[in-house]
């Protein structure tokens, strides 16, 4: 499969010189994706491949579940509303049409106004990748763990939670990671100050 | 052995100060006789905060450190991020530029996959084969020495090309290396692969299936080693791969020997690129036309490589400004070291180190 | 003076009989520290390396520098060690690997041996003597990796004892005795030479079980550097440590002082002067221990007892049926 879309593609770059090879390499996923140079329409169709599987997710886990859908580049970027984060990622596992069954990123962003945790998801058998994300408020920042579901993001959450402070309900061994258990606060929250919060010797608070 | 004796368990703390954890990296494993009933991987004791360090950092100014992630195959890092970096802006990068990443970054993995095999046969008590494989380690190193002026931490790729053309001669040294690293491969693949007492303790220990390397988000050799063809060089072509020849090789039992031979094998999938990559080079400048300060436009990108260890991906937000809002690292080392826990529970304390060591991670990734 | 095997014990062959030991045990010292510098040479040219070659021309001083900068490092006991008991035990694994030196024959004119009627046996029970120094260290250390170490080894050596004393059996059954010099005579004279080669089976498993009697890779469970750290003697230091290491040295002279006796015909050979010959082979002995070193990994512990039970002893037991088979036919 994955050959004779290399064929095809290599037959291109011949005619174009310089084959810029960022291009290509983009459209790589999703051949229907294969657009040119103007970033828009790459949007636009990521826009729509977003869409339809917000329509999935919806038929299936009620409307509202999807808050909005976005892109960046080729990427269809979905946000989900995190009362159902954990059932809107097993049924982009689970369901047939959908498969996205490999976790590539988990990542979580500090906004200021709220915390952010954003997932790339694979499809192994079709190649494909989207992007979900759900929101939670910086103060009692909870979401649903998905380490039951996935337990390759057990890590993953351990450090969103040890560095952003994100409580993730459900998830079987919610330590810090990096940060050792005496340390105060979450480095990675934008409003974190390395002076305030001096890191504790032999357990006890400085100062 | 027999289920009435009553034996006590006893808690062995390996690392963070143990030579084979290959680094600071610290498992304290609970041991009933010989047999492991649970272990828990203890990590972050080579934390710097790459993350956190990156958001007060020029996008140029990230590059170095990300030498220090996996420093054994610091080029792939560096490519990581400038490229991650030119997606967000849509850069067109200078062909040779692009042809010394692939020579580079190829050569790296080799180098990276060489110390594998040293390493993890040092592990398995064989001592020889660790001092082997740094000579050719060293033939790589001294061309990225003349290259770049460095031999770990290269801090060689800028957004919008590379820093150094290649000097004078240097591709012809590639050139002559490849014939050289062939030979090495096939000797190492004689003397190794079938070595009895090797094959006896590498042969179905460490098993992951392939329902657990997709659950576990396992990348890289640990993915591939359990048949699933997933090479993002073939599966989401970045750089120039998808004009190179070369195959994903797979592994079918997901076995620590499978792991190993899939080193082996990349290596000469490598060598194949870079030989296509050397004949094809062509002349031009090195670094395109980039803005003296780098802005990435607002919004949020992702791309990920295929490292030496598995899917090395760079996750930028950005609001506009000339540093990032946020950089996460994804790291496959980290990511990898999971399944361990998993893989040693229920084996004996003498396969420890088998499997650990065919995981194959590199502190400064797992810790960034 | 040099024929006192067989006078009654006088005075003066009472101080010939010391003067002869602590010259061996001189020699031995002597040996040992050119074995281990021999070991690192040959593994370093092994390994694509130089060796050492720092200390003295050619880095032959090496070996005394390592040994006078242990002698002079700290005594270090831990804190919730078995005092007494760590203290003794490198001592005791240290004193055997001596005491069975007086068995070997070194040249055609026993000068310095012991014309030991049991011979074999003595050097097999002496050095299991070993294990029990080497068992208390681990025990003693009050250390997790010390005491595993420690329980591999005894059961590595003990179980490794048993094949190789069925391989001598052979030998023993060839040359009717016990004693190692009757045994170097039996072999010149015998019809098929040297043991080796009525007796390749036993040799081979003789030098398999020797490799794991000294806890050498590919079976060096006991301290194996990348999974124990070192061991049972992790946790010593200084001379305590040197003892060890210089028993474990010395045994290595000594196996292969025995497998050059009972297989390789002792001393016996034409034109060179018997010394020499001895040195040869058991340099040849030695020299395979390091190359075997430098080629294999180390073996899993379970596949380790298992080839011994399994198919060293069935084998080495086969070899002896063989042996009184072939002799009552021939």
Same mark, same amino acid.
């Given at each position: 499969?994955?050959?004779?879309?290399?064929?095809?593609?290599?037959?291109?770059?011949?005619?174009?010189?310089?084959?810029?090879?960022?291009?290509?390499?983009?459209?790589?996923?999703?051949?229907?994706?294969? %657009?040119?140079?103007?970033?828009?329409?790459?949007?636009?169709?990521?826009?729509?491949?977003?869409?339809?599987?917000?329509?999935?997710?919806?038929?299936?886990?009620?409307?509202?579940?999807?808050?909005?859908?976005?892109? /960046?580049?080729?990427?269809?970027?979905?946000?989900?509303? /995190?009362?159902?984060?954990?059932?809107?990622?097993?049924?982009?596992?689970?369901?047939?049409?959908?498969?996205?069954?490999?976790?590539?990123?988990?990542?979580?962003?500090?906004?200021?106004?709220?915390?952010?945790?954003?997932?790339?998801?694979? %499809?192994?058998?079709?190649?494909?990748?989207?992007?979900?994300?759900?929101?939670?408020?910086?103060?009692?920042?909870?979401?649903?763990?998905?380490?039951?579901?996935?337990?390759?993001?057990?890590?993953?959450?351990?450090?969103?939670?040890?560095?952003?402070?994100?409580?993730?309900?459900?998830?079987?061994?919610?330590?810090?990671?990096?940060?050792?258990?005496?340390?105060?606060?979450?480095?990675?929250?934008?409003?974190?100050?390395?002076?305030?919060?001096?890191?504790?010797?032999?357990?006890?608070?400085?100062? | 052995?027999?289920?009435?004796?009553?034996?006590?368990?006893?808690?062995?703390?390996?690392?963070?100060?143990?030579?084979?954890?290959?680094?600071?990296?610290?498992?304290?494993?609970?041991?009933?006789?010989?047999?492991?009933?649970?272990?828990?991987?203890?990590?972050?004791?080579?934390?710097? =905060?790459?993350?956190?360090?990156?958001?007060?950092?020029?996008?140029?100014?990230?590059?170095?450190?990300?030498?220090?992630?996996?420093?054994?195959?610091?080029?792939?890092?560096?490519?990581?991020?400038?490229?991650?970096?030119?997606?967000?802006?849509?850069?067109?990068?200078?062909?040779?530029?692009?042809?010394?990443?692939?020579?580079?970054?190829?050569?790296?993995?080799?180098?990276?996959?060489?110390?594998?095999?040293?390493?993890?046969?040092?592990?398995?008590g064989?001592m020889?084969?660790?001092?082997?494989?740094?000579?050719?380690?060293?033939?790589?190193?001294?061309?990225?020495?003349?290259?770049?002026?460095?031999?770990?931490?290269?801090?060689?790729?800028?957004?919008?090309?590379?820093?150094?053309?290649?000097?004078?001669?240097?591709?012809?040294?590639?050139?002559?290396?490849?014939?050289?690293?062939?030979?090495?491969?096939?000797?190492?693949?004689?003397?190794?692969?079938?070595?009895?007492?090797?094959?006896?303790?590498?042969? =179905?220990?460490?098993?992951?299936?392939?329902?657990?390397?997709?659950?576990?988000?396992?990348?890289?050799?640990?993915?591939?080693?359990?048949?699933?063809?997933?090479?993002?060089?073939? &599966?989401?072509?970045?750089?120039?791969? &998808?004009?190179?020849?070369?195959?994903?090789?797979?592994?079918?039992?997901?076995?620590?020997?499978?792991?190993?031979?899939?080193?082996?094998?990349?290596?000469?999938?490598?060598?194949?690129?870079?030989?296509?990559?050397?004949?094809?080079?062509?002349?031009?400048?090195?670094?395109?036309?980039?803005?003296?300060?780098?802005?990435?436009?607002?919004?949020?990108?992702?791309?990920?490589?295929?490292?030496?260890?598995?899917?090395? =991906?760079?996750?930028?937000?950005?609001?506009?400004?000339?540093?990032?809002?946020?950089?996460?690292?994804?790291?496959?080392?980290?990511?990898?070291?999971?399944?361990?826990?998993?893989?040693?529970?229920?084996?004996?304390?003498?396969?420890?180190?088998?499997?650990?060591?065919?995981?194959?991670?590199?502190?400064?990734?797992?810790?960034? | 003076?040099?024929?006192?095997?067989?006078?009654?014990?006088?005075?003066?062959?009472?101080?010939?009989?010391?003067?002869g030991a602590v010259i061996v045990l001189f020699l031995v010292l002597f040996i040992v520290m050119y074995t281990i510098y021999f070991e690192r040479k040959v593994i370093?040219?092994?390994?694509?390396?130089?060796?050492?070659?720092?200390?003295?021309?050619?880095?032959?001083?090496q070996s005394a520098?390592d040994v006078?900068?242990l002698l002079?490092?700290?005594?270090?006991?831990?804190?919730?060690?078995?005092?007494?008991?760590?203290?003794i035990a490198p001592i005791i694994a240290f004193v055997p690997s001596f005491m069975v030196l007086a068995v070997i024959p070194y040249t055609?004119?026993?000068?310095f041996t012991a014309?030991l009627?049991v011979g074999v046996l003595y050097y097999i029970a002496l050095s299991s003597i070993s294990i029990v120094g080497i068992v208390l260290g681990g025990w003693a250390s009050?250390?997790?990796?010390s005491?595993?170490g420690g329980l591999r080894s005894a059961a590595q050596m003990i179980s490794y004892e048993i094949p190789l004393g069925l391989s001598i059996l052979?030998v023993i059954?060839?040359?009717?005795?016990l004693?190692l010099n009757?045994i170097v005579?039996?072999?010149?004279?015998?019809?098929?030479?040297?043991?080796i080669?009525?007796?390749?089976?036993g040799f081979v498993v003789f030098v398999i079980a020797a490799i794991a009697e000294l806890n050498r890779t590919p079976f060096d469970l006991p301290e194996a550097e990348?999974?124990l750290?070192a061991g049972y003697f992790t946790e010593y230091?200084g001379f305590r440590f040197a003892f060890y290491m210089l028993a474990e040295y010395v045994y290595v002279f000594a196996i292969s002082a025995l497998g050059t006796t009972l297989f390789l015909?002792g001393w016996?050979?034409?034109?060179?002067?018997?010394w020499?010959?001895f040195a040869i082979k058991t340099s040849a002995f030695i020299f395979f221990l390091f190359w075997v070193r430098a080629t294999m990994?180390r073996i899993?512990i379970?596949?380790l007892m298992?080839f011994a039970?399994?198919?060293l002893?069935?084998?080495a037991?086969?070899?002896?049926?063989?042996?009184?088979?072939?002799?009552?036919?021939?």
């Amino acid at each position: 499969m994955a050959e004779d879309k290399q064929a095809d593609k290599v037959a291109s770059s011949e005619t174009v010189e310089k084959a810029a090879p960022e291009k290509t390499a983009k459209a790589a996923p999703a051949k229907a994706a294969k %657009a040119p140079a103007p970033p828009d329409p790459r949007v636009e169709q990521a826009k729509q491949q977003g869409e339809a599987i917000k329509v999935a997710i919806e038929q299936k886990l009620g409307a509202g579940t999807v808050e909005e859908v976005i892109a /960046s580049k080729e990427v269809p970027i979905l946000r989900i509303a /995190s009362a159902k984060w954990r059932e809107a990622i097993t049924f982009l596992r689970d369901d047939p049409e959908q498969r996205f069954d490999y976790i590539e990123l988990f990542a979580g962003t500090d906004y200021k106004d709220y915390i952010e945790v954003v997932l790339y998801l694979h %499809a192994m058998s079709r190649g494909t990748y989207i992007s979900v994300k759900t929101r939670t408020p910086r103060e009692q920042a909870v979401l649903p763990s998905l380490a039951p579901v996935f337990p390759g993001v057990n890590w993953e959450e351990r450090e969103v939670f040890d560095l952003l402070g994100v409580t993730f309900e459900g998830h079987p061994d919610l330590r810090r990671i990096m940060m050792w258990d005496g340390w105060n606060g979450h480095p990675l929250r934008k409003d974190y100050s390395e002076f305030e919060n001096m890191p504790q010797r032999g357990g006890e608070p400085r100062g | 052995m027999s289920t009435s004796l009553r034996t006590e368990e006893m808690i062995l703390n390996v690392g963070p100060q143990h030579p084979s954890t290959h680094g600071v990296f610290r498992l304290v494993v609970t041991l009933d006789g010989e047999q492991i009933i649970d272990a828990d991987p203890v990590v972050g004791y080579l934390h710097r =905060g790459t993350e956190k360090l990156a958001e007060g950092l020029q996008y140029t100014q990230i590059i170095p450190y990300t030498d220090r992630l996996d420093y054994l195959a610091a080029m792939l890092n560096n490519y990581a991020l400038v490229h991650t970096v030119e997606y967000a802006l849509d850069l067109e990068i200078p062909a040779r530029a692009e042809y010394l990443r692939v020579i580079v970054m190829e050569l790296n993995r080799i180098a990276s996959h060489l110390l594998f095999l040293g390493t993890y046969l040092l592990d398995l008590g064989a001592m020889s084969p660790f001092l082997y494989v740094f000579q050719e380690r060293e033939r790589i190193v001294q061309l990225f020495n003349e290259i770049c002026g460095a031999r770990l931490t290269y801090n060689y790729m800028r957004v919008g090309g590379v820093k150094w053309d290649a000097p004078p001669g240097w591709i012809e040294k590639v050139r002559d290396f490849i014939p050289f690293m062939r030979e090495k491969v096939k000797m190492y693949d004689k003397l190794i692969s079938g070595n009895e007492i090797f094959l006896h303790r590498v042969r =179905g220990i460490g098993v992951i299936t392939k329902e657990d390397a997709l659950q576990y988000s396992l990348s890289g050799i640990n993915l591939r080693s359990t048949g699933i063809a997933f090479d993002l060089r073939k &599966n989401r072509p970045y750089s120039l791969y &998808n004009q190179f020849e070369f195959d994903v090789v797979t592994g079918k039992n997901g076995d620590c020997f499978d792991r190993y031979y899939l080193h082996l094998e990349e290596i000469r999938q490598s060598l194949r690129i870079v030989e296509q990559a050397v004949a094809q080079i062509p002349e031009g400048p090195v670094l395109g036309k980039v803005p003296k300060l780098i802005r990435v436009p607002a919004g949020e990108y992702y791309r990920s490589i295929e490292g030496a260890r598995g899917e090395l =991906g760079v996750y930028i937000v950005s609001d506009g400004k000339d540093k990032p809002y946020r950089l996460k690292l994804r790291r496959p080392s980290f990511v990898n070291l999971q399944i361990l826990r998993k893989l040693l529970i229920g084996q004996s304390m003498a396969n420890l180190i088998a499997i650990l060591g065919a995981v194959d991670i590199v502190l400064g990734e797992v810790d960034a | 003076m040099f024929s006192w095997q067989t006078q009654p014990l006088t005075w003066m062959h009472f101080l010939g009989m010391l003067i002869g030991a602590v010259i061996v045990l001189f020699l031995v010292l002597f040996i040992v520290m050119y074995t281990i510098y021999f070991e690192r040479k040959v593994i370093g040219w092994m390994q694509n390396r130089i060796g050492p070659n720092r200390v003295g021309p050619f880095g032959l001083l090496q070996s005394a520098a390592d040994v006078f900068k242990l002698l002079l490092k700290e005594d270090i006991i831990p804190a919730n060690a078995d005092r007494p008991m760590f203290l003794i035990a490198p001592i005791i694994a240290f004193v055997p690997s001596f005491m069975v030196l007086a068995v070997i024959p070194y040249t055609a004119t026993h000068i310095f041996t012991a014309g030991l009627n049991v011979g074999v046996l003595y050097y097999i029970a002496l050095s299991s003597i070993s294990i029990v120094g080497i068992v208390l260290g681990g025990w003693a250390s009050n250390n997790k990796y010390s005491l595993v170490g420690g329980l591999r080894s005894a059961a590595q050596m003990i179980s490794y004892e048993i094949p190789l004393g069925l391989s001598i059996l052979g030998v023993i059954m060839l040359a009717g005795s016990l004693n190692l010099n009757t045994i170097v005579t039996h072999q010149a004279t015998d019809r098929f030479g040297w043991y080796i080669i009525p007796q390749i089976i036993g040799f081979v498993v003789f030098v398999i079980a020797a490799i794991a009697e000294l806890n050498r890779t590919p079976f060096d469970l006991p301290e194996a550097e990348s999974e124990l750290v070192a061991g049972y003697f992790t946790e010593y230091t200084g001379f305590r440590f040197a003892f060890y290491m210089l028993a474990e040295y010395v045994y290595v002279f000594a196996i292969s002082a025995l497998g050059t006796t009972l297989f390789l015909g002792g001393w016996e050979g034409p034109f060179l002067p018997s010394w020499l010959w001895f040195a040869i082979k058991t340099s040849a002995f030695i020299f395979f221990l390091f190359w075997v070193r430098a080629t294999m990994p180390r073996i899993r512990i379970d596949q380790l007892m298992g080839f011994a039970w399994k198919v060293l002893i069935p084998v080495a037991l086969f070899n002896i049926l063989l042996t009184g088979a072939l002799s009552l036919i021939l």
